[in-house]
Structures are given as C-alpha cells and as structure tokens.
C-alpha cells in the first residue's frame, strides 16, 4: 500500500502570550488528515483559521505542541526531504538586491544542480511565470503580483514531488490567477502532490480533488468539492410555465419567482411529487426539474457561523 | 559547508550591494589627507599619530558594521520573512546561522583589508624615520579582525532571541564590559564581600577578553608583538565564536518563527 505524500495526525500548535506566556492561544486543534500522492488538496479557511499555521509546522518554521507530520514518508524534522518540496510563502518578499534570476540561480544552487541545469531551470520557471522581460530587474522594484510569481517559480524550480502553496493567487490579477491555476493543473499532470489554501473556493473547486475545511484551529470537513457540498443538498428547483389564473396555484405561486410566464420554484425532495402532482393538475407545464446543490462558498460560510455560533463541529466523512 | 559557503556568499553580496564598502574608497582617501596635514604640524612623531588614528578608525568602522549588521543578519531576514524560502530548502538552520557569520566577517576582511592599505598609503607618505612599524601594524589589524569575529558572533547570539535594539545594547555592553576584564579581575576591596569578589573574578574570565586584541602602543611604537601572543588570541576568538554560535545555533535551532 503506498503511502500518503503528507499524513498529519493529532497536529496542535498553542501560542503563549501574556506578560510572562502564562496563558496560551490555540491556533491549530488536533489536526489529523492526509493528503495523497498526486492529489490536488485546497485547504480552506477563513483569516486566522490555521491554515498557515499547518503550513509551516510541516515546513519546519514553527513547531508543534503535539502531534506528528510525516511528508513522503519522513518526519517533518528531516530537513533532507525538502529537497523533494516546493514551499510558497504567504505574501512571499525575497532578498531586494537581487534579481529575480540571481535569486532563483541562489536557490537552486541549494538543490545540487550544475551550473548548466541551473541557467536552465531558472531560463524554464521565469518564462513559465512570465518573467522573462523582467528577470534583471532587482526585486525592490516588482510589484506584489510579480513577486507572487517569483515565489512560485522558487517553489517549483527543482522539480519537487510535493509542492505546498501558501494563498498563491493572492496578489494575482484575473491572468495571474488563471497562470497560477494552469500551473497547478500542470504540476498534477506531471503526478506532483499539490497542497496549496486560498480564500478562493471557485479555484478550490475547480482544481481540487479534495479539500479540507479549517475553522477555528479545527478541521471542519475533508472531501472532494462535489462531496462536501452535497451533504447540504438544498432540494429540487423545478422550472415551470404557467397562463391560468394565480388562484389556482396560491400556495405554490407565493414560493415562486417569476420571470414572464416562466416560474421558478424550490421544493425538498419530499414534496415534489405533490408539487409536480398539483402542477399538471392545473395545466402548467413542467420545463425541468433540476437537483440544487449548495456551492462549496455556502458550505464554507455555514461552517464559518457554526464557529461563530461556538456550534458543534459538523461531522463530515472523508475518503 | 557548501550550503554555509552559498549563504555566505550572498551575505558578502548583500552587504555590497547595500554600498557598506563604499566607506571603504572614502576612508582610504581620508588616511592620505590626514597624513598630508598631520606632516605639517606635528613633527618627529608623525607615524605614531597615523598609525594610532588609522588603527583607531579600522576599528570604530569594523565595530559598527560588526554590530549595527551583525544584529540585522538574523532579525531582518525573520522580519522581511525572507528566511521562509531559504529554510524551505534543504538548508539546516545552523548552517544559515554559520553562512551569515561567515558572509559579514568576508565583508568585514574586505573592508578591514581596504582600510589598511589607506593606511600603509598614508605610512609610506610621511615615512621619516628608521622605524619599521608596518610588521606590527599588520598584526594590530588582524587582531582588530579577531576582535570583530567576536563581536559578530555575540550581535548573531543576542538577535536570535531578542529584539534588535536590545541586541544592539547587549552587545554593545559586553564589547565595553570585555574591555575591563583584567581590572575585574585584578579588583578587590575592603568593602565588597568576598562573595561578590569571587563573583566578579569568575564573570573576568566568562566575559570576552577585548583587552587582549589591543596592541595599538606596541604598533604605534614599532614594537615587535609576540608570537606567543598572536596564537593565543587567534586561538582564544576561535575557540570564544565557536561557544557563542553553538549558543546562538541552540536558541536559532528551536525558534519558532513569526
């Protein structure tokens, strides 16, 4: 059986603070999930969930009250397996004297690569995040988006098996969000774990085979989007037409919206057939009958004010 | 180490770009005026005065890069978050510790090396009388660098765990309290217990030794400086850096970063 590219079990990171770190804030609760190899995984979250806090205890920058992580079958602590990862920041700064070149070519030199395979790699990643027309351009002088490319372009420069992407369209216009997510497709392709948390659930939903939502330091739900969603199924839509007189449809009618002669109806699943039933018995015609899904945007905002709501957490099978 | 080198490397880099070493050109330009002017209206003792002013400069320059730089080594890059993409490779922490050390003190050699060749300028411009200072000159120089290695690893120790005002206080006291060791240790009286004596005589030998690095007389005076005395300081700043950067390695190693 192989191996999960990341498994973390019963990770928890406390913060103390206070005068004399007396007390403590909890950041991350007991995180326990796994990422498999050549899945996209988004982890979704809102400010101050955790999401970067789970990200760089499993890159080595801050370290964990409990629990363990094991990347490619190592423990966190070996730093030998980061020569197998690729790690964006969040809103990532680089050395400013630098060009965007000699910094790629500075940490490449990290990776055991020749001179040659260097100029290479560097050539390949700046015209893969299109800087190539700005690669001698120190990096003082490049915007927020730009340097979110060049950050992407460090973290995929030698080839990593997994790659772990802190927010990386932030900062990004529409074209740059739409290069990022061209990356990302690409890097799973190439069959590269990609772990990577954004605020934006549309990429999350159109990249990811699974995600994983945190809230308040504690996992939430992990599946795929089409899975996750799906638990709250919000019924059916029925789409109808209809001339007659509004008395005989009253009860129904009052829940409709209505667009010309079109009308546009939510019913639970239970009530369809007597909808449907009351519907032809009026002579309204049925144009379709449409299951509702809830986006994964409603799943995540209902998590977000069960949190707020110092809820239970809603259970959520995984795969 | 090759990892220590590439870090070490960029650090030199940084720091030249940064335009630290333009001091350098301004300084050496300085000597030879000074020497100019110092001819005119000191007479007969005119190499004892470039070399004390010359060897004071190099090391009142190498101190405040040593400490305002050497503080920042750590704090900024934590600060700027530049170290997060650097710790994402295969680097260990220790090492980017030791390649920042090693990066400031290549900067510090350059910029010491360029200042006393100011200086030999200025020596060999108002060179009058028999004595031969330059030997010992050199050697006050390379104690100076010694002395800066020190001073390096101690503002590395204290940025790694505290903020880089006070890191810049720390260090800056140790340098004033290193150089009155031998009166702690020589100091007794009626009044002080014998416990805080003994407390005093033992904190003589845990501070830095800066006393030791000082042979600005001897070099003013031409005097021959002892071989004895240049391994057993060479030996010591060796011996002292490599305490002081386990350290700061120790408390570097376990930090959580922002």
């Known amino acids: 059986m192989a191996t999960a590219a990341i498994e973390i079990e019963n990770l928890t990171k ?56 094991r990347i490619l079958g190592k423990p966190i602590s070996d730093i030998s397996m980061h020569a197998d990862i690729g790690y964006l920041p969040e809103q990532p700064y680089f050395y400013d004297y630098l060009t965007a070149a000699e910094l790629l070519d500075y940490f490449a030199r990290f990776h055991d690569l020749s001179a040659q395979d260097r ?42 098996k997994v790659v772990i992407l802190d927010e990386p369209m932030s900062g990004l216009d529409p074209v740059g969000r739409r290069e990022v997510r061209d990356i990302i497709l690409e890097l799973k392709q190439a069959g590269k774990t990609v772990l990577f948390s954004t605020h934006i659930l549309s990429d999350a939903e159109t990249l990811c085979d699974r995600v994983g939502v945190i ?24 789409l109808f037409e209809y001339t007659g007189a509004s ?11 209505q667009t010309g002669t079109r009308y546009r109806m939510q019913v639970p699943e239970s009530a369809l057939y007597a909808a449907m039933q009351q519907l032809c018995g009026v002579g309204a015609k049925v144009v379709s009958v449409t299951q ?8 995540f905002m209902h998590l977000v004010e069960a949190d707020r709501a110092q809820a239970p957490a809603v259970e959520v099978s995984g795969k | 180490m090759r990892r220590v080198g590439i870090v070490a490397l960029n650090t030199f880099r940084e720091a030249v770009r940064d335009r630290v070493l333009y ?16 001819g005119q209206i000191s007479i007969g003792i005119e190499q004892m005065v470039i070399v004390n002013l010359g060897l004071s400069a190099i090391s009142v320059i190498g101190l405040l890069i040593a400490v305002f730089i050497g503080v920042g080594l750590v704090s900024k890059e934590m600060e700027k978050r530049t170290l997060y993409a650097l710790l994402a490779k295969p680097v260990r922490r220790w090492e980017f510790l030791l390649g920042k050390f090693g990066g400031l003190l290549l900067t510090l050699t350059v910029n010491t090396i360029a200042m006393a060749v100011g200086l030999f300028l200025a020596l060999s411009i108002i060179k ?24 390096v690893s101690l503002a590395l120790l204290f940025s790694c765990y505290t903020t880089p005002l006070l890191a810049i206080l720390c260090t800056a006291g140790l340098y004033i309290a290193g150089l009155f060791v031998k009166e702690m240790r020589g100091f007794q009286s009626e009044t002080m217990s014998r416990a805080l004596q003994s407390f005093l005589h033992g904190l003589s030998y845990v501070l ?10 001897a070099a003013a005076h031409a005097r021959a400086i002892p071989r004895a005395l240049i391994a057993q300081n060479t030996l010591y700043a060796a011996l002292y850096c490599a305490v002081v950067l386990a350290a700061a390695a120790a408390i570097f190693t376990r930090r959580n970063l922002k």
């Open chain 2, 23 to 38: 001091n350098l050109v301004f300084f050496a330009l300085a000597m030879i005026a000074a020497s100019i002017l110092v």
């Open chain 1, 292 to 299: 509702v899904k809830a986006t994964l945007e409603e799943y």
């Open chain 2, 208 to 217: 830095p030794n800066f006393e030791n690095f000082d042979v600005m007389a």
């Open chain 1, 215 to 238: 809230v308040g330091g504690k996992l939430r739900g992990v599946g795929a989007p089409d899975e996750i969603v799906g638990i709250r199924a919000q019924g059916l839509e029925i």
């Open chain 1, 14 to 69: 406390d913060y103390p603070f206070g005068f004399l770190h007396l007390k403590k804030r909890t950041s991350l609760e007991g995180l326990t999930m796994s990422v498999e190899n050549g899945e996209v995984f988004g982890f979704l979250g809102p400010n101050g969930a955790g999401k970067s806090t789970t990200i760089k205890l499993l890159m080595g920058l801050i370290f964990p009250t409990a629990g363990t992580a």
């Open chain 2, 128 to 151: 009058q009388s028999d004595e031969h200072p330059e030997a010992a000159v050199l050697v006050a120089v390379y104690f100076i660098l010694l002395k800066l290695a020190l001073v």
């Open chain 1, 119 to 160: 100029k290479a790699r560097v050539d390949l990643m700046l015209k893969k995040v299109g800087l190539e027309t700005a690669r001698k351009i120190q990096l003082r002088k490049y915007s927020k988006g730009m340097l979110q490319r060049v950050g992407l372009a460090q973290a995929i420069l030698h080839d990593p």
């Open chain 1, 247 to 257: 008395d005989a449809l009253q009860g129904l009618l009052s829940k409709a919206t």
